[in-house]
Protein backbone atom coordinates (compact mmCIF):
# COMPACT_ATOMS: atom_id res chain seq x y z
CA UNK A 1 0.00 0.00 0.00
CA UNK A 2 1.73 3.51 -0.84
CA UNK A 3 1.27 6.45 1.71
CA UNK A 4 0.58 9.60 0.82
CA UNK A 5 0.21 11.19 3.97
CA UNK A 6 0.75 14.98 4.54
CA UNK A 7 -0.57 15.60 8.11
CA UNK A 8 0.44 13.51 11.16
CA UNK A 9 -2.11 10.57 11.68
CA UNK A 10 -4.44 10.61 14.19
CA UNK A 11 -6.26 7.93 16.29
CA UNK A 12 -9.91 7.19 15.37
CA UNK A 13 -10.14 7.37 18.88
CA UNK A 14 -9.87 11.05 18.43
CA UNK A 15 -12.75 11.72 16.44
CA UNK A 16 -15.50 13.81 17.52
CA UNK A 17 -18.11 11.89 15.23
CA UNK A 18 -17.68 8.70 14.29
CA UNK A 19 -20.18 6.86 11.33
CA UNK A 20 -20.23 3.72 9.56
CA UNK A 21 -22.35 3.57 6.45
CA UNK A 22 -23.71 -0.05 5.50
CA UNK A 23 -22.61 -1.12 1.95
CA UNK A 24 -25.15 0.81 -0.56
CA UNK A 25 -26.97 2.98 1.57
CA UNK A 26 -26.53 7.09 1.18
CA UNK A 27 -25.17 9.00 3.83
CA UNK A 28 -24.77 13.10 5.03
CA UNK A 29 -23.58 14.99 7.49
CA UNK A 30 -22.68 18.69 8.30
CA UNK A 31 -18.62 19.67 8.87
CA UNK A 32 -18.00 22.21 10.32
CA UNK A 33 -14.80 24.91 9.36
CA UNK A 34 -11.78 23.86 10.68
CA UNK A 35 -12.85 20.26 11.05
CA UNK A 36 -11.41 17.82 9.10
CA UNK A 37 -13.50 14.52 7.63
CA UNK A 38 -11.98 11.13 7.01
CA UNK A 39 -13.56 8.46 4.83
CA UNK A 40 -12.16 4.93 5.14
CA UNK A 41 -12.48 2.23 3.06
CA UNK A 42 -12.84 -0.61 5.78
CA UNK A 43 -12.83 -3.48 3.40
CA UNK A 44 -11.04 -2.44 0.33
CA UNK A 45 -11.95 -1.98 -3.35
CA UNK A 46 -15.00 0.22 -2.18
CA UNK A 47 -15.85 3.44 -4.19
CA UNK A 48 -17.38 6.43 -1.70
CA UNK A 49 -19.27 9.24 -4.39
CA UNK A 50 -19.31 12.07 -2.37
CA UNK A 51 -20.40 15.65 -2.96
CA UNK A 52 -20.26 18.73 -1.21
CA UNK A 53 -22.83 21.74 -0.68
CA UNK A 54 -22.23 24.89 1.45
CA UNK A 55 -23.75 24.12 4.51
CA UNK A 56 -26.10 27.63 4.78
CA UNK A 57 -26.47 28.06 0.82
CA UNK A 58 -26.82 24.55 -1.34
CA UNK A 59 -26.67 26.77 -4.50
CA UNK A 60 -22.83 26.80 -3.82
CA UNK A 61 -21.74 23.27 -4.10
CA UNK A 62 -18.01 21.58 -5.50
CA UNK A 63 -17.37 21.99 -9.07
CA UNK A 64 -15.53 18.63 -10.54
CA UNK A 65 -14.93 21.50 -13.94
CA UNK A 66 -13.68 23.94 -11.17
CA UNK A 67 -11.28 21.49 -9.13
CA UNK A 68 -10.02 20.13 -11.97
CA UNK A 69 -9.16 23.02 -14.07
CA UNK A 70 -7.08 24.79 -10.47
CA UNK A 71 -5.34 21.70 -9.45
CA UNK A 72 -4.24 20.91 -13.47
CA UNK A 73 -4.24 17.25 -13.01
CA UNK A 74 -7.05 14.59 -13.94
CA UNK A 75 -7.00 12.69 -10.12
CA UNK A 76 -7.73 13.75 -6.64
CA UNK A 77 -5.30 12.87 -4.27
CA UNK A 78 -3.21 14.87 -0.88
CA UNK A 79 -2.75 18.90 -1.55
CA UNK A 80 -5.80 18.77 -4.22
CA UNK A 81 -8.05 21.84 -3.02
CA UNK A 82 -11.85 21.68 -3.65
CA UNK A 83 -13.11 24.06 -5.43
CA UNK A 84 -17.23 25.03 -5.42
CA UNK A 85 -18.96 26.00 -8.40
CA UNK A 86 -18.56 30.16 -7.02
CA UNK A 87 -14.82 29.69 -7.39
CA UNK A 88 -14.42 29.27 -3.88
CA UNK A 89 -11.93 26.64 -1.47
CA UNK A 90 -14.17 24.25 0.19
CA UNK A 91 -12.37 21.59 1.77
CA UNK A 92 -8.53 20.81 0.85
CA UNK A 93 -7.33 16.88 1.12
CA UNK A 94 -4.93 16.82 3.71
CA UNK A 95 -3.76 13.02 3.63
CA UNK A 96 -4.72 9.93 1.72
CA UNK A 97 -3.28 6.80 1.99
CA UNK A 98 -4.52 5.44 -1.66
CA UNK A 99 -3.21 8.28 -3.84
CA UNK A 100 -6.39 8.15 -6.95
CA UNK A 101 -9.44 9.46 -6.57
CA UNK A 102 -11.67 10.14 -9.43
CA UNK A 103 -13.63 13.06 -10.08
CA UNK A 104 -14.49 12.91 -13.98
CA UNK A 105 -16.86 9.16 -14.46
CA UNK A 106 -19.74 10.84 -12.55
CA UNK A 107 -22.01 8.42 -10.92
CA UNK A 108 -23.59 5.71 -11.57
CA UNK A 109 -27.59 6.16 -12.45
CA UNK A 110 -30.37 3.56 -13.10
CA UNK A 111 -30.65 4.84 -17.20
CA UNK A 112 -26.52 4.68 -17.40
CA UNK A 113 -26.66 1.23 -15.63
CA UNK A 114 -29.03 0.01 -18.97
CA UNK A 115 -27.22 1.46 -21.46
CA UNK A 116 -24.00 -0.02 -20.68
CA UNK A 117 -25.20 -3.36 -18.98
CA UNK A 118 -28.68 -4.15 -20.44
CA UNK A 119 -31.99 -3.57 -19.15
CA UNK A 120 -32.16 -6.87 -16.80
CA UNK A 121 -29.86 -4.33 -14.61
CA UNK A 122 -32.57 -1.45 -14.91
CA UNK A 123 -34.52 -1.93 -11.78
CA UNK A 124 -30.89 -2.14 -9.75
CA UNK A 125 -29.70 0.51 -6.96
CA UNK A 126 -27.86 3.47 -8.17
CA UNK A 127 -25.71 6.43 -6.43
CA UNK A 128 -28.00 9.44 -8.55
CA UNK A 129 -30.83 7.15 -6.27
CA UNK A 130 -28.90 7.72 -3.81
CA UNK A 131 -27.73 11.18 -3.74
CA UNK A 132 -31.34 12.09 -4.75
CA UNK A 133 -33.03 10.26 -1.62
CA UNK A 134 -30.32 12.17 0.36
CA UNK A 135 -30.59 16.03 -0.95
CA UNK A 136 -34.15 15.10 -0.22
CA UNK A 137 -33.40 15.48 3.49
CA UNK A 138 -32.18 18.78 2.96
CA UNK A 139 -34.60 20.50 0.67
CA UNK A 140 -32.82 19.80 -2.17
CA UNK A 141 -34.29 18.07 -5.57
CA UNK A 142 -32.97 16.00 -8.55
CA UNK A 143 -31.54 19.08 -10.26
CA UNK A 144 -29.50 19.66 -7.48
CA UNK A 145 -27.29 16.33 -8.04
CA UNK A 146 -23.66 17.48 -9.95
CA UNK A 147 -20.97 15.96 -10.97
CA UNK A 148 -19.24 14.13 -8.05
CA UNK A 149 -16.01 13.07 -6.63
CA UNK A 150 -15.18 9.19 -6.77
CA UNK A 151 -13.11 8.58 -3.75
CA UNK A 152 -11.04 5.09 -4.20
CA UNK A 153 -12.43 4.76 -7.56
CA UNK A 154 -9.61 3.53 -10.09
CA UNK A 155 -10.42 5.79 -13.49
CA UNK A 156 -7.40 5.74 -16.02
CA UNK A 157 -7.69 7.64 -18.98
CA UNK A 158 -7.08 5.68 -21.99
CA UNK A 159 -4.53 6.76 -24.96
CA UNK A 160 -7.64 7.74 -26.77
CA UNK A 161 -8.91 9.78 -24.27
CA UNK A 162 -11.60 7.58 -23.00
CA UNK A 163 -12.27 7.06 -19.45
CA UNK A 164 -11.84 3.11 -18.08
CA UNK A 165 -13.72 1.89 -14.61
CA UNK A 166 -10.95 -0.83 -13.37
CA UNK A 167 -10.21 -2.65 -10.41
CA UNK A 168 -9.87 -0.55 -7.47
CA UNK A 169 -6.11 -0.16 -5.60
CA UNK A 170 -7.69 0.82 -2.19
CA UNK A 171 -6.96 -1.72 0.53
CA UNK A 172 -8.78 -2.56 3.77
CA UNK A 173 -8.59 0.64 6.15
CA UNK A 174 -7.39 2.68 3.15
CA UNK A 175 -8.52 6.63 3.92
CA UNK A 176 -8.68 10.11 2.54
CA UNK A 177 -8.80 12.83 5.22
CA UNK A 178 -10.43 16.70 3.83
CA UNK A 179 -10.52 19.93 5.90
CA UNK A 180 -13.20 21.90 5.83
CA UNK A 181 -12.22 25.36 4.76
CA UNK A 182 -16.16 26.35 5.07
CA UNK A 183 -18.95 24.86 6.73
CA UNK A 184 -19.78 22.65 4.55
CA UNK A 185 -22.98 19.40 3.73
CA UNK A 186 -20.83 16.31 3.22
CA UNK A 187 -23.33 13.61 1.38
CA UNK A 188 -22.44 10.25 0.09
CA UNK A 189 -23.33 7.21 -1.93
CA UNK A 190 -21.55 4.29 -0.62
CA UNK A 191 -21.80 2.71 -4.49
CA UNK A 192 -24.07 0.11 -4.94
CA UNK A 193 -22.69 -0.77 -8.31
CA UNK A 194 -22.05 -4.40 -9.09
CA UNK A 195 -22.09 -4.56 -12.77
CA UNK A 196 -18.43 -3.41 -13.02
CA UNK A 197 -15.34 -3.32 -10.72
CA UNK A 198 -15.21 -0.24 -8.99
CA UNK A 199 -16.42 -2.37 -5.92
CA UNK A 200 -14.60 -5.08 -6.74
CA UNK A 201 -18.59 -6.36 -7.52
CA UNK A 202 -18.88 -6.60 -3.92
CA UNK A 203 -20.47 -3.69 -2.37
CA UNK A 204 -19.16 -3.01 1.96
CA UNK A 205 -19.88 -0.80 4.65
CA UNK A 206 -17.44 2.54 4.94
CA UNK A 207 -16.68 4.72 8.43
CA UNK A 208 -17.16 8.65 7.82
CA UNK A 209 -14.79 10.10 10.63
CA UNK A 210 -14.83 14.09 11.83
CA UNK A 211 -12.21 15.35 13.50
CA UNK A 212 -12.11 18.71 15.41
CA UNK A 213 -9.88 21.63 14.33
CA UNK A 214 -7.01 22.82 16.23
CA UNK A 215 -9.21 25.30 18.29
CA UNK A 216 -11.82 22.15 19.07
Known amino acids: MSTFFAT ?28 SVRIVDLEGQQAVDTLFYRADDF ?9 LRVQG ?12 SEGNLMLTVTADTCGRHDTSAGA ?31 GMSKRDVVPNINFFMNVPVEPSGELAIVD ?6 DYVELLAEMDVLLVISNCPQINNPCNGFNPTPIQVLVFAGEEG
Open 59 to 67: SERYSSQDT
Open 168 to 173: GISGPG
Open 108 to 138: CSCEANTVRFGHQVKYLHACRENFVIEVMKH
Open 73 to 84: SAYVSTGTKLIS
Open 8 to 35: PVRDASAAIADYVVPANAPFSCVVKKGE
